[in-house]
């Protein structure tokens, strides 16, 4: 199933959000005429035709019906795809709520600890990051993008890379300065993604001149002060505050299994078994 993204229709000049779609339509379109026609993973539908797939939003195919946008179930090209409705006074800056970070996490965690465990040679993702995460028709998080995946060889505890690979902020340092991949550099991946999740913020920021900060230091320096709650994605702070205390131990567990993760050394660090395991306990406490 896939998913395709609409916005209520409006009438009026156009204003910067709308500049910036185009301009970003521009570039995905420079982007795909670069890969001389192989493929074209990105389309382009018209209101119309979106208007169309749901039936003009019939309110039998809605899915979710949440504060600022409708999910709706439509057929495009005899494909069933999942259509996502923005209102007008969305704000596409929130997050998930921690309630479904969490549940994304526990589902992550599960598939990883199976590639870890599941198979006679352990599979290491290498890979981990959130555009490496797609949803099925129930909404259950799924691994996406396979393609630097390995199963580390009989009689080696690691794979070695000639030169490293990944998304820098996401990749252990271990992995950065010796070329060595295992299990536990997946985990410290996950743990990025975890910090990612509960801030809602980007792997870094670029300052006025030009320096790069990176997030999981900017949590390091939190956490040292004990002022972490400060970077906590606002819309999951507002949701502690309505909330009971049992939600606050449950971010408390979160935030704390996300620092074993990155722990900056690899034996500090918990297998993905213990952080599913871990991750399941945190949720009951919800």
């Known amino acids: 199933m896939g998913l395709c993204l609409g ?39 018209s209101f119309q035709e979106l208007t169309t797939a749901t039936n003009n939003y019939d309110r039998e195919s809605i899915i979710i019906q949440e504060s600022g946008y409708i999910l709706y179930k439509g057929v495009l090209n005899a494909r069933a795809v999942s259509i996502l409705k923005f209102g007008e006074n969305y704000n596409s800056d929130n997050q998930y709520k921690f309630c479904f970070n969490n549940i994304i996490a526990m589902e992550i965690a599960n598939a990883l600890a199976y590639l870890h465990v599941g198979f006679p040679r352990p599979i290491v993702f290498k890979n981990i990051k959130l555009s490496s995460i797609l949803f099925d028709e129930d909404h259950v998080a799924k691994l996406f993008d396979f393609s630097l995946a390995e199963s580390i060889p009989d009689g080696e505890t690691h794979i070695k890379d000639a030169i490293p690979i990944g998304i820098m902020g996401f990749v252990a340092t271990e992995y950065v300065t010796t070329g060595d991949y295992n299990e536990k550099c997946d985990v410290f991946s996950f743990g990025v993604l975890l910090l990612v999740l509960l801030t809602g913020q980007k792997l870094y920021s670029i300052d006025e001149a030009g320096d790069r900060h990176w997030l999981l230091n900017r949590v390091k320096k939190h956490i040292e002060c004990n002022t972490f709650d400060e970077i906590v994605d606002p819309v999951i702070r507002e949701e502690l505050c309505i909330q009971s205390s049992e939600k606050d131990k449950q971010v408390q567990a979160f935030v704390e299994l996300a620092v074993k993760c990155v722990s900056e050394s690899a034996e500090d660090r918990p297998t993905m ?8 306990q945190a949720y009951r406490f919800g």
């Open 7 to 45: 916005k209520s229709k409006s009438s009026g000049k156009a204003d910067k959000s709308t500049v910036k779609s185009m301009n970003n339509k521009v570039l995905l379109e420079k982007l795909i005429a670069s890969s001389n026609d192989i493929y074209n993973p990105i389309r382009d539908f």
């Open 273 to 280: 078994i213990d952080v599913a395991k871990q991750l399941r």
